[in-house]
């Protein structure tokens, strides 16, 4: 369930909330197994036309916020986030980004810093309650 809520707070209308929860907290016991599931729901998202009701995802709102989108996945992956799925345009189709999970993020990273206002989810490994507090404190 846990992973199922944090995909739809990533994701829910392409990223483009300003509550959207990209960044995502994961007790280190059990990170692997939770990049695993997100990547495979993000992987199974339906992406296409907004007026369709099969539709999960669509396109971002204009060309600027596109590339500034592109432009954070390529600066997290440049500064050694590990990009577990998307992470690139659809081929075929104006300005539509692939859902977008990436592990081994750190809060040095620009991409963590920076509200990212699409459909990127940013897993994080914690150790304890107190560090998790801490670092989801510590931004600006």
């Known amino acids: 369930l846990a992973v199922e809520l944090a995909h739809q707070g990533a994701f829910f209308n392409q990223g483009q909330c300003c509550t959207a929860a990209s960044r995502i907290f994961v007790e ?17 998202r339906v992406i296409g036309d907004p007026f369709d009701f099969k539709t999960e995802h669509g396109p ?6 596109f590339n500034k989108i592109m432009e954070l996945i390529e600066s997290g992956k440049k500064e050694g986030a590990k990009l577990e799925c998307g992470g690139s345009a659809l081929k075929d189709r104006g300005l539509f980004i692939h859902p977008t999970v990436m592990s081994e993020v750190t809060d040095n990273m620009r991409i963590a810093k920076e509200e990212i206002f699409g459909p990127v989810q940013l897993i994080m490994k914690f150790k304890n309650q107190e560090e998790v507090i801490r670092r989801a404190n510590n931004t600006e």
């Open 28 to 44: 280190e016991s059990i990170y692997d197994e939770f990049v695993k599931r997100s990547v495979d729901i993000a992987k199974k």
């Open 60 to 65: 971002q709102i204009d060309q600027k916020q």
